[in-house]
């Protein structure tokens, strides 16, 4: 499956059906009158979150969407059927920009949460509705309301509880499919992740979702290497998991880059819960790990976990300290994993 997080698409509610001139003529009815009947209204555009997408993908290739307009009112008094509103599917954790991106119109997180963005017009009046003691015979009547129309960016976050970081081949893949169920591409060469990933974990009964991004690189947040675009993906998470390569050429340095990225893009990332894992631990000896271990630490103020994702050597306690940060669910977030299926890697 094809990874989109970003789409923009034009959306038009439909317009109200006109109003009717009728008069009633039947046998032995002297008076018959005026009987044209209201308009109908117009299909709203409604967006709803669903389970089971976790891509834009389908707006690469259906760009306008246009709701039914209502039909027109009819003699003996008809009222014109109603347009249909028109449904609009999105993954949940997508956001309704303005076409300027400026404005956030919509911010869907629950399965099932619905947004009514333009509302259709209203029918027309027919010449019924006209009629009074001094005007018996009106002939007047009213065309539909248009319906409203707009450009719209679609921009998904991907829900994750805890977020993998680091430089390009810190290992984030080998760890995510090492702790879960993702089968994240593998490769001794930078940038073999080019699109978010997302795993379950399950660990000592709890379960949570991890999310992978792209590599950052120093001046990401000017677009270099991929960029800091996928950045928004770990918004939602409660915790970072930064790994740093221990083989690396300077793993204090490496550290900083990535810090100094998160502190450019914004978006509160750089104030989040943040553990620091020192990985590829298997390649070098004890005494280096402990002094690589220990100059990192001086440098981050945090406790930084060996890890090797290879090996599977440290993964135990780096998930212990994930879950003891991401604590315990709140009641409603406990009763949306009962009712939701669980998350499935892209």
Known sequence: MHFLDQAKIYIRSGAGGPGAVSFRREKYIEYG????????????????????LNTLI?????QHFKAPRGKGGAGKQQTGAGGKDLVIKVPVGTQILSED???????????????TMLE?????RGNLSYKSSTNRAPRQHQPGEPGEEMW??????????AGLLGLPNAGKST????????????????FTTIHPKLGVVEHKGRDFVMADIPGLIEGAAEGAGIGDRFLGHIERCRVLLHLVDATGEDPVAAWRTVREELKRYGAGLAEKPEIVALNK????????????GAELAETTGATVLPLSGATGDGLETVLDHVIEAIGERTPDEQADTEDEETWSPL
């Open 33 to 52: 009158g005026p009987d044209g009947g209201d308009g109908g209204k117009g299909g709203d555009i409604v967006f709803e979150a669903v389970e089971g």
């Open 58 to 62: 389908d707006f690469r290739y259906a």
């Open 101 to 115: 991106k400026e404005v956030v119109l919509a911010d869907f997180t629950k399965v099932g949460q619905r947004k």
């Open 120 to 124: 259709g017009g209203i029918g027309g």
């Open 152 to 161: 719209v960016w679609l921009r998904l976050k991907l829900i994750a509880d």
């Open 175 to 190: 760890f995510l499919n090492a702790v879960s169920n993702a089968k994240a591409k593998v490769g001794a060469y930078p």
């Open 281 to 292: 631990a298997d390649l070098l000896d004890a005494e280096l790990m402990d002094a690589l």
